[in-house]
């Protein structure tokens, strides 16, 4: 895979997923059909130079355990709260999103539900036998 996609967060902001992960790929692929390029450039880390990454704030090791979103105000978001970013700019789900944040422990369960899918993400596709791009990181920047 090509990584020397350069980060126009001043038009759009960035999901940035896991391209070897299935479970990772269908979500990237459902919210690509949600936001239809409108808002969001939804692409795999792995299509990023790290040193472009680094830049913003983040890297691949990080990318590789959490969900990412980089925000046009050059913020980064990780996780469930990537997650919540996303779907707040996405209708109905901006109802979805407040309800969690005005209710303190349903935001502590789907952070606690999110680390524990992050974590098990890759038997969780093998169990549904969803399969992704096997991207191979590189060994150097």
Not at 22 to 38: F, P, Q
Not at 59 to 84: E, M, P
Request: glycine share 6%; proline share 4%; aromatic share 12%.
């Amino acid at each position: 895979m090509k990584r020397d996609l350069l980060l126009d967060v001043e038009h759009k902001a960035y999901v940035l997923f896991d391209g070897d992960c299935g479970i990772c790929t269908k979500s990237a692929e459902y919210c690509e059909r949600l936001d239809g390029g409108r808002r969001f450039v939804v692409t795999p880390y792995q299509s990023i130079a790290e040193s472009e990454l680094r830049r913003l704030g983040t890297d691949y090791d990080a990318c590789s355990k959490r969900l990412h979103v980089i925000t046009r105000a050059r913020t980064v978001r990780r996780g469930a709260f990537a997650v919540n970013h996303f779907l707040w700019h996405v209708w109905p789900w901006k109802v979805l999103v407040a309800l969690i944040y005005a209710l303190p422990p349903i935001l502590l369960l789907e952070i606690v539900g999110y680390a524990i899918v992050a974590r098990y993400r890759h038997r969780i596709s093998a169990w549904f036998g969803l399969t992704a791009c096997n991207v191979k990181l590189p060994t150097t920047d």
